[in-house]
C-alpha cells in the first residue's frame, strides 16, 4: 500500500501521459532542458497536503511482515476516511478452496438490491479480492470501502479473504478467488445471482490475484465464464522496476523495492531467480502468451504509478486479443489514488465510468 506521507510536492513541470476518457483538459507536453518531465494533479495535491506527516526519511523495511504492517496500517487509514453506507447487510460464510483450505467470504448486499432479491430475476455479482501487495489487506480493513462500491453499483459484492504470502504463496491466493467464484456459481438460488454475470474486481495486487483466476477460470472452462473483469492499477508483472534516475521514481508510492519485497513473498523467488518457466501467468498475469476469449475488462492506472506501463501494456494486449477493453490513464495520479482523494475529478471520473462499467454486465 502506498505510503502518502512520504510523497514530494515540489514535483516538476509536467509530460502528461494522456489516454481517452478524461473527463478535464489534460496538460500539453513540456520540457526541462530537452527532458519530459512529470507533474503531479494540482486537485491530487491539495488532498496529499493535508495527508502528510512530518518530513523525515522514507521508512525502510527488514521483511515482508514488516512492510505487511505498514501497509494495513496505510489501507486501514485510507478506508477508515469512507463512510459506511446505510442500508447495506452484511453476512459472513464459508467457501473451501482447491486445496481443502476454508476461506472466509463476505457478502454485501446493499439496499437497493435487497427488495429485488426475492422478486427480481438473478442479479449479477462482484468477487472483491483485496489490495495488499500480495502480503497485506484484508476484507474487514476495507469493508468500508467494498460497501461503498456495492451501494454506488447497486450490485451486491462478495469480499475474498485470500491467504496472503508470504505465510501463502502462490497458488494459494488464486486458488482461493477462483474457487470463490466456484461456490457462487454453486449457490446462484441461495443469493439470486446469475452465473453468467460474475464480475472479478480487483485494486492493486488484488487485481493481479483476480486477473490470474480470470485467466485459471477460461483454461480449466468455467462454465458459465467469467463475465468481466475490473482491474484498478493492477500489479500483474513481476519483472517490473525502474531506475532511480527514471523521471517517475521521484513520485513513486509504491516503489519498486516494496515491490520486489511483495513478488519475492508471493512466489519464493528473488527477482533473478525467476523465469518463464517458474513463473506462472496465474501469478503474473502479464507473462501470458494468449488472452484470447477473456471476458470484458476495465482497467485503470495512474501517470504516476509504478504499475502505469504494465496496466497500459495489458490493456493494449487484450484488445489486440479482440477482448472488449476500457481503459483509463489518469495523469498526474499515483497508486490508488482514488482511495487518497475520494472527492478530486479524476476519482468522481472512476466512480462513474466503473458503475457503467458493472451495470452493463
Known sequence: ????????????????????????????LSSLNGMATLKLDPEFATVLASLRGPQGPPPTFTDALSLRSMINTNLGALCSTVAYPGGVQETNHIVTSLDGSSIGVTRFLPESTQEAMATANPQRAVVFVVGGGMIGGSVEVARNVIARNAQASETQFFGVEYRKAPEHRF???????????????????????DPARIILYGPSAGGGVAAGAVLMARDKGLNP???????KYPMIDDRTT??????????????????????????????????????SPYAAPARVKDLGGLP????????????????????????????????HLYPGLPHAFDMAAPNITATKHVDASLCKFIAEI
Request: hydrophobic share 40%.
Open 1 to 28: 500500500m502506498a505510503d502518502f506521507s512520504q510523497f514530494p510536492t515540489n514535483a516538476l513541470k509536467p509530460l502528461y501521459c494522456t489516454f481517452s476518457y478524461l473527463p478535464y483538459p489534460t496538460s500539453s
Open 171 to 193: 497458488p494459494a491466493a488464486v486458488e482461493d478467488v477462483f474457487s470463490t467464484v466456484v461456490w457462487l456459481q454453486d449457490n446462484t438460488t441461495t443469493f439470486n445471482v
Open 225 to 231: 465464464p467469467v463475465a468481466g473483469q475490473v482491474l
Open 242 to 279: 525502474i531506475s532511480e534516475n527514471s523521471p517517475l521514481f521521484p513520485h513513486l508510492l509504491w516503489t519498486p523495492a516494496r515491490n520486489d519485497m511483495g513478488w519475492k513473498a508471493y512466489l519464493g523467488k528473488e527477482r533473478g531467480e525467476r523465469t518463464e518457466d517458474n513463473v
Open 296 to 327: 470484458a475488462t476495465y482497467i485503470i492506472t495512474g501517470g504516476l504509478d509504478l504499475f502505469r506501463d504494465e496496466s497500459a501494456t495489458y490493456a493494449a494486449r487484450l484488445a489486440a486479443a479482440n477482448v472488449p477493453v476500457e481503459f
